[in-house]
Nanobody, 119 residues
Framework: VQLVESGGGLVQPGGSLRLSCVVS????????MGWYRQAPGKQRELIAH???????NYEASVKGRFTISRDNAKNTVYLQMNYLRPDDTAVYYC??????????????WGQGTQVTVSS
């Protein structure tokens, strides 16, 4: 499975970004997908995931601000990020996960996309 993230950038606090992740090399529609992030000096953490049926789950710090969605026709998963805060600064990665989001299913990672929230 190959994963290509895009959409990161520099944004002011309170701003928004939409990340995209195009997946190839597998049957996207059957995968559960997750977005992780890794801030400097911290471990990579799962912040949102979506099942193949569209059920979503969020880590507490992003709940109500971030929305994960998918377009099976485009083999793409999205992360809409609103009300961004400086502590959202990190490299963001998508990957295929277990349906319950418990782990990276194939151990594959893309290159990630940098999100920097700063005034």
């Amino acid at each position: 499975v190959q994963l290509v993230e895009s959409g990161g950038g520099l944004v002011q606090p309170g701003g928004s970004l939409r990340l995209s992740c195009v997946v190839s090399g597998g049957i996207f529609s059957i995968f559960a997908m997750g977005w992780y992030r890794q801030a400097p000096g911290k471990q990579r953490e799962l912040i949102a995931h979506i099942t193949n049926g569209g059920r979503t789950n969020y880590e507490a710090s992003v709940k109500g601000r971030f929305t994960i969605s998918r377009d099976n026709a485009k083999n793409t998963v999205y992360l809409q990020m609103n009300y961004l805060r400086p502590d959202d600064t990190a490299v963001y990665y998508c990957t295929v996960v277990e349906p319950d989001g418990s782990r990276n299913l194939f151990g594959s990672w893309g290159q990630g996309t940098q999100v920097t929230v700063s005034s």
